[in-house]
């Protein structure tokens, strides 16, 4: 290092110095690091990642591998990120891992993270679970980043003063998809709702998303087939004739599905009694993330991912690298260590976080969720980014996805 | 001259938009009207040829600035970005980042002749002024490999941060910068010892570094941060950050990209991507003094050899547009290939 490196540092120092406490903050903070060795020199910030053991989605298609490590490869990638930056300003991140086995609360978990002194923490959970941890006394100095839960109450009359979320919601999703099929005049939806309570939630925000943009709901079925098992001998003898039955009705451009358990919308496409593509949770996707995404620079994203994952990165992974990534931004920024400090930050109209979107991204003061362009993506190829030219807002025209201002029901903040 | 197979039909039409100037009168008796008027055109532009990258089209076209016509497509490897002439001015570099090498044109035959070894995902890179060295920013790799362009091999690999980008070299060529997308830093480095010496932080997604003719300061654009911070090169400190207001246009579409300079120092100019505008920088005071319309997602510039004449690559509407700096305006929006890129003008 040269005489002016030597100057960052001891500057670095300084800073330190001038904010004994920033480094205290919570009971273990000091003897919680594992590695608190070169102490004194750099600024640690902490980020707790918190998740529930859970037996892996098993997807329909034998292509798409069953993930025993969904969004905390995000974390471990975020936090590795972060430390590029933090090398040069001599901060450190560490990650504290906390997943509940089964049969335990996520309470124990988000407990544990605040005796360790974790202020920040990263929620790997689903909405019950959430509301749950984000209740708690614990909780009250903590903010949770949910980057799992889609539902639309957790950013309406259910939301949090202290819960962020970086996952989309249902709605910013069903509007992504509905804007781009608008554009593209495919005004008339049929819609297949699974049994599964999420299934109904998107259902719900499909049907929202056709009244705001002007489509029509022709058709409205649950889906009611058994399917079984997805590994079957001549098994698709039986999808072959069940699905065509399944799907006659009134004429319709495009076949929405809800079926976010994957169980049978894979099953849609090429079966339908009309010859009409689908769309929804299979087939054209709206996504926070996917492989075929390789705009405004994704390609080093995915790529890094994958060295470190040996995997494809998935849209909860990046919902979660994008919550590590947003407090890392507040840390280089404010060029702070104190997790109050560095929430307030995020909150503010000063924050702006890259997220291979080809915009700064920001969060709703509304309701404190991150505004996002949403991919619109067929399996193999990035189809369209939403939201489509030519829905307009006055300020953001992000904020044409999911709920705006005014229609927020979110009171709580 | 070279473009004196230009017919008589592509003169008259470029006459409708050409700046006309008033030389070569005396050659008409030998020359006819088609030439004469070649020559006129030509005149404040002689012989010069812009370059131009097409990141979709995996190759360059060759633009006659005279006639602002494209005359020649010339194929490279995949997704060419980055474009450099050579220290002799004999050939253009080109990063071709999905082949992980650079290209080597011969402008006289305008073919791919040979290539260089870039480390993995070349986009952007520098010549050193004594014209052997290339600094490249290996995207994917966040490496820098100074690569010897006479020996053909990389000499060494200088370690950065995440997703380095923009390269920008002293005048003296002895302060390298490179800006890292991921860690949002400048990185100086001593050419010399190859070693980073300092980091200066920088907003949101830092694209391009240029240091002024005087070699005094760097300017970094920042593209999701919206501005361009000013670094004096003797402190490393950030002197200003430009901010850019668009009337009707929102925040996040101001993406600062490339950034050049007259010869002089005098003008600055700075592309602002999907914003579809050119700031014009007034360097003495850093402010912004107008901002010129021109295609879709603009994102390099090149000045021609007289700063007559402003170049933009516009990446979505597929074209280029040509700004007349005396007349202040767009003359000509130019159809090149899909997605240009790189930009680069030859005397």
């Not at chain 1, 054209?284 to 790529?303: I, M």
Request: glycine share 10%.
């Amino acid at each position: 290092m040269s005489g002016r490196g030597r100057v960052l540092g001891i500057l670095a120092l300084g800073l330190l110095l001038a904010l004994p406490a920033q480094g205290q903050q919570g009971a273990g903070a000091g003897a919680g690091g594992t590695q608190s060795s070169a102490a004194g020199d750099a600024q640690t910030i902490r980020v707790g990642y918190l998740a529930t053991r859970e037996e892996p989605r098993v997807p329909l298609s034998f292509l798409n591998p069953e993930i025993e490590d969904d969004g905390v490869q995000g974390a471990r990638l975020g936090i590795a990120d972060n430390a590029s930056t933090g090398r040069f300003l001599k901060q450190r991140f560490e990650l504290v891992e906390v997943v509940v086995p089964p049969g335990t609360s996520p309470a124990d978990g988000l407990r544990q993270l605040a005796q360790e002194g974790v202020r920040l923490v990263v929620s790997d959970l689903r909405r019950d679970a959430l509301l749950e941890v984000a209740g708690l006394p614990e909780a009250r100095e903590i903010t949770l980043f949910n980057a799992r839960a889609k539902d639309d109450d957790l950013r309406n009359a259910e939301c949090r003063p202290n819960v962020l979320h970086t996952v989309p919601s249902r709605r910013m999703l069903a509007d992504a998809l509905g804007q781009y099929l608008v554009w593209k005049k495919w005004t008339d939806w049929r819609l297949i709702v699974g049994p599964a309570p999420g299934d109904q939630l998107f259902a719900e925000a499909v049907r929202r998303s056709a009244k705001r943009f002007g489509a029509r709901i022709v058709q409205d079925d649950p889906w009611t087939f058994e399917i079984g098992n997805r590994r079957v001998d001549t098994g698709h003898v039986t999808v072959q004739s069940a699905i065509p039955t399944a799907t006659q009705g009134r004429d319709y451009q495009i076949l929405v599905v809800a079926d976010e358990e994957d169980g049978f919308g894979e099953y849609l496409p090429y079966r339908t009694w009309l010859p009409r593509p689908v769309a929804g949770t299979q087939g054209l996707v709206p996504t926070a993330w996917s492989r075929v995404h390789e705009q405004w620079g994704a390609t080093q994203l995915q790529s890094r991912f994958e060295r470190q994952a040996g995997r494809w990165m998935t849209e909860r992974d990046y919902a979660v690298w994008m919550a590590v990534r947003a407090v890392g931004e507040a840390a280089t920024r404010t060029r702070s260590a104190d997790p109050a400090q560095l929430a307030a930050f995020i909150r503010s109209p000063d924050f702006g976080l890259a997220a291979f979107k080809g915009q700064a991204l920001t969060f709703r003061e509304w309701d404190g969720q991150l505004r996002q362009p949403v991919l619109v993506t067929a399996p193999r190829m990035l189809v369209s980014v939403s939201p489509q030219d030519g829905f307009l807002h006055q300020t953001s025209t992000l904020d044409t996805l999911g709920d705006d201002r005014p229609e927020s029901g979110c009171r709580n903040r | 001259m070279p473009h004196s197979r230009s017919t008589a039909g592509s003169v008259a039409g470029s006459l409708a938009r050409a700046p006309a100037a008033a030389a070569g009168r005396g050659a008409v008796a030998r020359t006819g009207l088609g030439a004469l008027l070649a020559l006129a055109m030509a005149a404040p532009a002689a012989a010069e040829t812009v370059y131009v990258s097409n990141e979709k089209d995996n190759t360059i076209s060759v633009i006659d600035a005279a006639k602002l016509e494209v005359v020649n497509t010339i194929k490279v490897g995949r997704r060419p970005r980055g474009i450099t002439l050579s220290g002799d001015g004999k050939s253009l570099y080109v990063c071709v980042g999905d082949d992980n090498r650079i290209d080597v044109i011969d402008l006289q035959s305008q073919q791919v002749v040979d290539r260089l070894p870039s480390g993995p995902d070349p986009e952007l890179f520098v010549l050193h002024p004594e014209g052997r060295l290339l600094y490249v920013a290996n995207e994917d790799d966040n490496m820098v490999s100074v690569v010897d362009t006479q020996a053909k091999r990389i000499v060494t690999e200088i370690q950065v941060g995440v997703e380095p980008e923009g390269m920008g070299i002293s005048p003296d060529g002895k302060v390298l910068v490179n800006t890292s997308e991921t860690t949002n830093m400048a990185h100086f480095i001593d050419t010399a010892s190859n070693e980073i010496t300092d980091n200066v932080l920088v907003d949101s997604r830092p694209r391009v570094a240029r240091f002024t003719p005087d070699g005094r300061h760097v300017w970094v654009s920042a593209e999701i941060g919206g501005t361009v911070s000013v670094i004096d090169v003797a402190t490393r400190q950030i002197t200003k950050k430009i901010e850019f207001e668009v009337r009707g246009l929102r925040r996040e579409a101001i993406q600062p990209v490339d950034v050049r300079f007259t010869k002089d120092g005098k003008r600055a100019f700075v592309a602002l991507g999907p914003a579809n505008r050119v700031a014009e920088i007034d360097p003495a005071t850093l402010e912004v003094k107008k901002y010129h319309l021109v295609g879709q997602r603009v994102w390099n510039l090149a000045l021609s050899g007289d700063e007559t004449r402003l170049y933009t690559t516009n990446g979505v509407s597929n074209d280029v547009s040509v700004i007349d700096l005396e007349k202040d305006r767009v003359i000509k929006s130019l159809g090149v290939g899909g997605a240009p890129w790189g930009v680069i003008v030859k005397s």
